[in-house]
Nanobody, 129 residues
Framework: EVQVVESGGGLVQAGGSLRLSCVASGFTFDDYAIGWFRQAPGKEREGVSCIMLRDGTTYYADSVKGRFTISSDKAENTVYLQMNSLKPEDTAIYYC??????????????????????WGQGILVTVSS
């Protein structure tokens, strides 16, 4: 069974940093893409970043570009989201998701509807002003 589990959320002051982890299991790491998404109260779920695990191609939402970095550790079956220069508007529940990439996916991997195989339970990130 394909599974992903998030950890690392919490409360941080504006300007601070957090690192989220997404531990994957039940699939061949290189065959998948992992996406990070977030959902703030009253808002739709939005794509934050994603990575194609085979070649390391990454994509970012404009709102986090230059502040967030996605990376992977194959030995640990883990994808990380390093979040720096956090803003109150980054407050949300963060989710990771897994699915197999398809030819031509590109930035479509930032769309939540693209992921069907596994979603984590979500983890809260709160940024205070």
């Amino acid at each position: 069974e394909v599974q992903v589990v998030e950890s690392g959320g919490g409360l941080v002051q504006a300007g601070g940093s957090l690192r989220l982890s997404c531990v994957a299991s039940g699939f061949t790491f290189d065959d998948y893409a992992i996406g990070w998404f977030r959902q703030a109260p009253g808002k739709e779920r939005e794509g934050v970043s994603c990575i194609m695990l085979r070649d390391g191609t990454t994509y970012y939402a404009d709102s986090v570009k230059g502040r967030f970095t996605i990376s992977s550790d194959k030995a640990e079956n883990t994808v990380y989201l390093q979040m720096n220069s956090l803003k109150p508007e980054d407050t949300a529940i963060y989710y990771c998701a897994a699915d197999k990439p398809r030819l031509g996916d590109g930035r479509s991997l930032l769309l939540a509807d693209r992921y069907h195989e596994a979603w984590g339970q979500g983890i809260l990130v709160t940024v205070s002003s």
